[in-house]
């Protein structure tokens, strides 16, 4: 039964652009990119938002552009990172690299935001 879902996927093409699903893991999308496009049309979000435009576009919004992350902060994220390389593979470890350094950055930003609001309403 699910050789014949997959045959019929397969005939349809993807679901996005129409093209072939040869060699793509998704039997829906022929790639990532059409798979996250026909998602993010479904909810209403922009796709192809990178991490780090992620990032950005959330420091803009707070006014917090330019707040740097502190040391120590880092610091602990950089100790987590030793210690999970000696048990995972490195494309995992950037990943988790590239996901905590986002979330430094956002908490940072909203730190700074969150200050400044106290500040205003005293
Ligand atoms: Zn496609």
Known sequence: MP???AAIDEALGCHECGGPLEGSVDHDFCSER???AWHGRRVGVTPETSLDELVHDIRVQLGAEHVEVPA???????RALDEARRHL????VSTL??????????DAAIGDHEQRRQHSSH
């Open 3 to 5: 050789d014949i879902i």
């Open 97 to 106: 690299r590239s996901i905590m350094e986002t979330a430094l950055r956002v």
């Open 89 to 92: 593979p490195d494309d995992v």
């Open 72 to 78: 120590e902060r880092r610091e602990e994220i950089g």
């Open 34 to 36: 059409c798979h996250r």
